[in-house]
């Protein structure tokens, strides 16, 4: 270990650092400030802004921290006279061409050049010649451009390289003419696109949505949980006046580094879209009437009172995947509470044939970070880009910096920026087939017989040098991964894949993971929001209905909670809803109004506290960052009231602490287990292709932020639902 | 510039561009396709008049495994390629010290006034494109000298160049 150490000395102090290190990375460690705009962590070096120069003895003239390794003995001064002659230089240079137009700049009060400027520049500048201008450049309704004050560290075009896997921007041009940009006129389109906003370190790049609403300083920041996807991405709400102006990344190494998907960064702009409703409605014959809290929720109780009353089975109630923790266990009470067990937040799921050999919460088989390390994975059904924007930067990390060999088995070729070692799409068989014969090749390879469950599939199996190369890859090596995506999941064979799956894991020792479908499902799976099991993972006496089939039962009387729309639930399932019945709907929007009777208007994920427990099984609460609009109150606390109102024992939660606390007392036994049990042969449920996961449709807070239905991921989407 | 999306339809390449540019993948490493980009442009600009097009540049992309905007890179920086349609015959006229000594800014004065157009553009005819030289074009012991195309002209007076400039059509 320590052949690996030389001994450096920084500013006379003598540390010692990792052979190969830059500069400024010992410098960086031993908490000497370098100032620089190019170089960044998480991007390539690229040493062309020369912010970073520092003195080092021996040598002639001052290096560049950020491309200078260090070596044994190397004597370094960061602050002495010629380092901060140079770096002077250098600030000179930069602000050559550099607009002064900070007062009109959204970068202003946030920005590494004003900073700097203000340490290393000189307080008149000596240049009286004219500033070049650069056209701004249209890529896309996300970020705006003011290309003039770009600087060319180059950061945004690494990022596109090295981050998305494709290159998008580039350097145009030279010299005095260089200029970043597309070339031709066309949008940055990477479902991560986002992230050169804060990877630039002028006001070049900026916020398009957020554009000269709010200054950084009259801003407060308060942290938040993206709902969006199961990673439990962590950003940060910049509030004002109890509204959120935009949304930034909060850095995680171990969920999201320093980045966050455009999702993400951009679905802020759906909480005030102009549907949100701000008063509890009731449906009066063909029209709506506002009313007050009081009246609506009595209504309710009673209405839901009553129905109980005669038979408890007849209530339905439906919780979107996206709900806090906490409103799933309320949600979950409630439910049982007026003694039925027809819960669910599986809304997308067709195939509940074996949820009794579910693992009590979908894991993900490891934890992010260590997707990063794995040697070989197997996707099977999950159009990962798009399901898990940065799970499939972290599988994209693993196959370009590791080599890993990942492959897949889907109904449809979808489009990945990284090697695939194999690819198994339709091919005129499904999944299911592919799937089979990988685990006959794996079978075959090792001479074992295969489990039960799945005896009768394998049999018939076809397997081809594909399947057999599949078979291979995950048999040997360090790390290996199955993981089942949502694709799989709403897919009316998933009990079949799910045991493929689980056969192919016991044969070839591989793990398996689940990457789960919506963005808060492990906490909906914990607080018991399921038809077959309570609180935990806790087996019931009886089972209720899961989503379709409570739909397709046409109950009398349904609940949903978190803004759930026609596009979340099975096709047709507005009609069931309201053959018979009578429907409460806690929602955000007004679209609620397509199906429910009772609508009480509840706080989006921004405006409630509350906790996300993500893919790997970590628990993370947030305060709330905004206040809800108008008389909108997060819905943990209209749960309580309404279980006030049913008269249930217990329901006296004075904060979202105290519910998440209850939980998580019963749940202090779970451990993160996908092993599967079953050994019944397993049949295929219906013919029912799954739901495509759209990027930027996958809740009613995505489906209301004006920028991103704007791209063209989105227009392209939609094109397609026409045609 | 253009507004072709790059999803577009390729064009493709002709036959002989790709065996050109088969002929560069060879010297170099397999993975470095990279490298033979310059000459796919210099081969491609030849083939079209003297300038590159967006459908070129994505269609060498495409061959190259490429992204475009890599292409469009290297097209943009070096001043020996064209990125707008321009006049066929491509008029250089050096003004570097030793030209400049001998009288190469007159001389581009007079080629100026004589195509009527300034340097960096085009006779509307579509003969002449006067191009920005980036200089110097290692001719000092002939200057002023004047490059068309890839001809170099020595020792040139003002009546040389006109008669250089009338032969050609």
């Known amino acids: ?723 | 510039m253009s507004n072709t999306d790059h999803n577009a339809v390729q064009t493709g390449l002709s036959a002989h561009l790709k065996e050109e540019i088969d002929h560069w993948l060879t010297k170099f490493p397999p993975e470095r396709k990279r490298s033979a980009v310059l000459a796919a442009l210099r081969a491609a600009q030849h083939e079209n008049n003297g300038f590159l097009t967006a459908q070129q540049m994505d269609a060498i992309a495409e061959y190259l495994q490429l992204p475009p905007i890599q292409v469009y890179e290297v097209a943009s920086f070096y001043s020996m390629f064209e990125t707008k349609p321009v006049g066929r015959y491509h008029v250089s006229v050096c003004t570097n010290i030793s030209c400049m000594l001998c009288g190469g800014e007159e001389l581009l004065e007079h080629v100026e006034k004589r195509l009527g157009i300034k340097v960096g553009e085009s006779t509307s005819d579509g003969r002449f494109f006067l191009k920005r030289e980036e200089e110097c074009l290692a001719a000092c012991t002939g200057a002023p000298m004047m490059m068309v195309d890839h001809v170099f002209y020595e020792n040139l007076t003002p009546a040389r160049v006109d008669e250089i400039l009338d032969s050609l059509k």
């Open chain 1, 1 to 723: 270990m320590s052949d690996d150490l030389v001994n450096i000395e920084i500013n006379g102090r003598p540390v010692q650092a990792r052979k190969g290190q830059m500069l400024i990375h010992a410098t960086d460690a031993s908490g000497d400030y370098v100032p620089r705009f190019c170089y960044h962590d998480k991007l390539p070096i690229a040493a062309n802004c020369r912010m970073c120069l520092v003195e080092v003895e021996k040598a002639p003239k001052p290096l560049p921290a950020c491309a200078t390794p260090v070596a044994e003995g190397m004597k370094i001064f960061t602050k002495s006279p010629k380092a901060i002659a140079a770096q002077k230089a250098v600030m000179e240079f930069l602000l050559i061409n550099h607009p002064l137009d900070c007062p009109i700049c959204d970068q202003g009060g946030e920005c590494e050049l004003q900073d700097l400027a203000v340490g290393f520049g000189r307080d008149v500048a000596r240049y009286a010649e004219r500033k070049r201008v650069v056209k701004d450049k249209n890529i896309g309704p996300l970020v705006s451009t003011d290309m003039t004050r770009c600087i060319h560290c180059t950061r945004c075009v690494r990022f596109t390289s090295e981050i998305q896997g494709f290159q998008e921007l580039g350097t145009c041009g030279r010299g005095e003419h260089v200029e970043i940009g597309t070339f031709i006129e066309k949008s940055v389109e990477h479902e991560l696109s986002g992230n050169i906003i804060d990877l630039c370190p002028v006001g070049a790049l900026n916020s398009k949505p957020y554009r000269y609403s709010a200054r950084a300083w009259e801003m407060t920041q308060q942290p938040l949980v993206s709902p969006h996807d199961s990673v439990g991405t962590n950003m940060f709400a910049h509030v004002l006046r109890g509204r959120v102006m935009r949304v930034v990344p909060r850095v995680n190494e171990d969920i999201n580094e320093n980045w966050i998907a455009d999702r993400d960064r951009y679905s802020y702009e759906g909480l005030y879209s102009e549907d949100r409703l701000t008063k509890p409605q009731m449906r009066e014959g063909y029209s709506w009437r506002e009313v007050d809290w009081q009246t609506a929720l009595h209504a309710v109780a009673d209405r839901l009172n009553a129905v109980a009353r005669q038979d408890a089975g007849q209530i339905g109630v439906l919780a979107a995947p996206s709900v806090t923790l906490e409103e799933a266990y309320l949600t979950q009470r409630i439910a049982r509470g007026l003694g039925s067990n027809n819960i669910d937040h599986r809304l997308q799921r067709s195939d509940c044939s074996d949820q009794q050999f579910d693992p009590v919460f979908p894991w993900l088989g490891c934890s992010i970070a260590e997707l990063e390390q794995t040697g070989s994975l197997l996707v099977i059904g999950s159009n990962l880009r798009k399901e898990a924007p940065l799970l499939a930067h972290r599988i994209r990390k693993a196959a370009v910096k590791r080599g890993a060999q990942v492959a897949f088995i889907n109904a449809r070729t979808y489009k990945y920026l990284f090697p695939v070692s194999g690819y198994l799409a339709s091919n005129g068989i499904g999944m299911v087939d592919h799937l089979a014969a990988v685990v006959a090749a794996a079978a075959q390879a090792k001479g074992v017989t295969v489990p039960a469950s799945v005896n009768a599939l394998v049999a018939k199996a076809q397997a081809s040098d594909a399947h057999r190369a599949i078979a291979a890859q995950l048999s040997s090596g360090e790390r290996r991964i199955i993981l089942l995506g949502a694709l799989a999941q709403r897919d009316g064979g998933f009990a079949q894949l799910r045991a493929l799956a689980a056969a192919l894991s016991q044969i070839t020792g591989a793990q398996l993971g689940y990457i789960a479908d919506g963005g808060n499902t492990v906490a909906a799976h914990l607080a018991g929001v399921l038809p077959h099991r309570g609180v935990a993972g806790q087996s019931l006496p009886a089972s209720g209905l899961s989503a379709a089939d409570m739909l397709d039962a046409k109950l009398k009387s349904y609940l949903l909670v978190g803004s759930i729309e026609a596009q979340d639930l099975p096709a047709g399932a507005i009609e069931k809803m309201r053959a018979n019945g009578f429907v409460v709907a806690l929602s955000s929007y007004a679209s609620a109004k397509d199906y429910a009777d009772i609508i009480l208007p509840i706080g989006t994920f921004a405006e409630t506290s509350g906790t996300y427990v993500n893919v790997e099984g970590r628990w993370q609460s947030v305060p709330g960052a905004a206040s809800p609009l108008g008389e909108a109150r997060p819905a943990w606390k209209v749960l309580r009231v309404l279980g006030n109102l049913l008269n249930l024992s217990d329901f006296d939660y004075e904060n979202s602490e105290q519910i998440r606390d209850e939980l998580r007392n019963q749940t202090g036994n779970v451990i993160a287990d996908n092993r599967y049990h079953n050994t019944a042969a397993v049949a295929r449920h219906s013919a029912a292709e799954a739901i495509e996961v759209q990027l930027y449709s996958v809740d009613a807070i995505v489906r209301r932020a004006t920028a991103l239905q704007l791209t063209h991921e989105a227009l392209q989407a939609r094109a397609g639902e026409q045609a």
